[in-house]
């Protein structure tokens, strides 16, 4: 993916089979231009769905989700039009449609005697027919914990109230934030990137992290991530901080530190994992510019673009407070910084010069800021 | 001499189970610990069938009073245990009594009860990022349990904060399995369940407290005292306290309080010294003739010192302190000795004289005494009547060197209409001569104890001075007790930071005229929203 003609067409896949659901026939640029509106998701404590004009940078409408927060995390549908968030600790999935805040899914994962937790990990089939989490399950003896087998959970998106999976399949521990790729396959940020077949349970390693072969030289690489982004080009990034040593010794005071990243083109599955910048400070989240892969950015306590090609920073930007996550709108306007508090921050993607700040009603937290780009 | 025996325990337990819980229960009598697990706690907790060990979970596991007392506030506030606070205090005092540790498993790791949070541990490393990096290793360290529940330890970790393995120092590597296969059976081979120790401390004659003890300590903010304690036992462990005696200026000090032991040897005293409410915790011996540990403020813990109790029976010889522990070559002070069965005209070793002796009883004597210009530097014996104590009093010529404590610290923030209360820190200075090399800093050093100090703070580092920590993260007083900045954003700062700070604690000597300095090291962080008996 290192070509706008890639991230394009990324976009467009996307941007197709949500026309193919709505019905509309006419052609996906023209859709893609005329034919949508995108607004920016994300859930703001004390626990509401906050639907965000992305023309106008106001609040829709919020949506009351049940249960108490957490985390936040957000899949949306092809079509933009349904928000799918993880609620009540980590454990529960309401759905919302965007337009009226109507409910139209849920399922609580939890039973009385196992206690489910998802680690950010929500996604969506292509079609958006079935909905996947990672599932985390510990289960309540009288008188002890037992860990269990973690596992992908296939939802039926629309079987309504109270849904129960239709299948699961085992999976490694440790999953983060997983995405669909266009053949239907779900990348698992865990240790490594893999991806699986839901329709069958088969898994496959997309990029190894943990047991990556590099040698005595390089430090494992520590690699995480809290929320998802990258619909606004189709991609999925784990990043990862990494030390290539000086010599054998492994001496971290010496050690050149590295941002690196797994990135995932999510309409080929074709993925790349390169060291990006040196590490300087800490980011917490990146996303690709849509105009040219080689561009990222990142947010935390600072906003921050780069080159990755020539490994370097173009610009830096201190924020007003810490900020965990990042989006941007898919024609590349935007930029958006999110998450930790009660306001969104608004930036000029060029500059990085701040354009304007969302005041939201709560803390964000945790929350995804997600865009939802609704068909009309 | 008193015997803890879990047979006889179990023994009483047993006659009651025939003899039916619901009589019992009617009965008049309060029930005992053993009877309200039978009770409240077999509701998940099952009977295991085997009378070693008869109650699952429960009887696998030896912990400190501390570590009963988390355990039980768990299965209360979050497992539904239904039993009263009285019930709760009668169940904690049998396991620690039957299920404790002996003096020799807690020996190194006390500061853990202790709650002295300025103190860097070196932990083993097979320990350090599994279990280190968010505890305490006196945490772990003071527990003792089979295998299997090393591995359900593991298991209940995951159970209560599911996102564990996705901590830094956890999601690079196969955590779970890592602490099933690896740490869990190292730590049933380093703090197994069965151990000669406890088998030995359960058969061991136990001390007694009802005594006069002589104790000797330091309040932040007040300074050294040394006072008698009368202990009074009330029955079951339990003891009232009477206290009297002197700060080290001459101010009275009194007070009263409540103790338990447990264990046979843990003491836990609550008591009011002069209208402040300060907590002891404090260790015994295995003959019961010292308690040692530390002194804090109840409200908080983190002003506090060590202390200690000497017995003060009839035939206990003993000298705990030297307040002042130092002199200066060609001076004449006062000086204090503290201790018990205190007779005979002191002898404070060569080129110290005793010019007179202004107050004599057993448990403490005032002294007016002289060092000749001409005594050598350097640590002298103390003896009085037939006691002799190693190097207790330093003759010196100058102040070389001071060392503030802790070396390494750290504060809170707090209050501000926030829940959590600032967590302060107090420092002291400690002087050293130049040995026979005439070099502060070296091994020769000799320490002198205490000095009075004037107190102030400085940044850290660079950084530390760029984001002005020195205006907002708090100010420290005379008595070297710093108090840190309030809880919550603050917009005057970069990123809207809290009043967090690097510093630097700087405690100034007077030495004849000139001042001699030195420095710890003070971290003003976030406060901490989860307390435990044990960190």
Known sequence: ?376 | MKQISKKSALLIGGFLALAGNGTFAAAAQPMSGEQIIQQQCTACHTKTGDASKPYSRISQQRKTPEGWQMTLHRMVSIHQAKISDAERKQVLKYLADTQGLAPAETAGLRYGLERDGNLVENNDPAYAEMCARCHSGARFGLQRRTRAEWDLLVQFHMGQIPTLELHSLARDRPWFELAMNEVAPKLAEDFPFETAAWKAWQAADKPTFAHAWTIAGYIPGKGDFDAVMQVRDQGDDRYALEIAGHYADGRPLSGSGQAITYTGYEWRAALTLDGMKLRQILAANEQGTQMTGRLFMAGANELGAEMVAQRAAKGDHAVTRVMPSHIRQGTRQEITLVGAGLQGTPELGEGVRVIKTLSAGTNRMRLLVEADKQAAVGLRDIRVGQIQVPAMLAVFDQVARVEVVPGESIARVGGNGMPVAKVKSAYRAVGYASGADGKPGTADDIRLGHMPATWTLKAFDETAEQDNDLKYAGTIDANGIFTPGDAGPNPERKMSTNNVGNLSVVGSVDDGGGQVSGEAHLLVTVQRFVRSSVQ
């Not at chain 1, 898994?203 to 520590?222: A, C, F, H, M, Y």
């Open chain 1, 1 to 376: 993916m290192n070509t706008k003609k890639s991230t394009t067409r990324a976009w467009l896949a996307l941007a197709g089979l949500g026309l193919v659901l709505s019905g509309c026939h006419s052609s996906v640029k023209q859709a893609a231009s005329t034919a949508s509106h995108e607004y920016l998701l994300t859930v703001t404590r004390p626990n509401q769905l906050q639907v965000i004009d992305t023309e106008t940078n106001r609040i829709s409408r919020s949506c009351d989700i049940p249960g108490y927060f957490g985390s936040g995390s957000i899949a949306t549908s092809p079509n933009g039009r349904i928000a799918y968030v993880l609620s009540n600790k980590w454990e529960d999935i309401y759905g919302f449609d965007i337009t009226d805040c109507k409910m139209v899914f849920s399922a609580k994962q939890s039973t009385e005697k196992v206690t489910v937790k998802t680690f950010f990990s929500l996604t969506l089939s292509p079609d958006g027919k079935e909905l996947y989490t990672i599932q985390n399950p510990v289960g309540k003896l009288p008188d002890r914990y037992q860990v269990m087998q973690p596992q992908l959970a296939v939802f039926d998106t629309s079987a309504g109230f109270d849904v129960q999976p239709s299948r699961r399949w085992p999976v490694d521990r440790r999953i983060t934030k997983i995405a669909t790729l266009a053949s239907g396959e779900v990348v698992l940020g865990g240790a490594d990137l893999k991806a699986i077949d839901p329709q069958n349970g088969k898994v496959r390693v997309i990029s190894k992290l943990q047991n990556w072969e590099r040698g005595p030289r390089w430090l494992t690489p520590d690699a995480f991530a809290v929320s998802s982004q990258g619909e606004h080009v189709g991609e999925y990034i784990m990043p990862y901080v990494t030390a290539e040593f000086k010599d054998d010794s492994m001496n971290f005071e010496t050690a050149d530190w590295w941002w690196g990243m797994s990135r995932v083109d999510l309409s080929t599955g074709e993925v790349e994992q390169l060291e990006t910048v040196p590490f300087q400070f800490i980011v917490f989240s990146w996303v690709t510019d849509p105009h040219d892969a080689n561009i990222i950015y990142g947010a935390f306590n600072t906003l921050s673009k780069h080159d990755i090609k020539e490994k370097k920073t173009l610009a830096v930007t201190d924020m007003d407070h810490t900020y965990y996550t990042i989006n941007m709108t898919s024609d590349g306007g935007t930029l958006y910084v999110g998450g930790t508090s009660s306001d969104i921050s608004v930036h000029d993607p060029a500059t990085l010069e701040k354009k304007g700040s969302i005041q939201l009603p709560g803390d964000m937290s945790t929350a995804d800021m997600r865009l939802a780009r609704l068909q009309e």
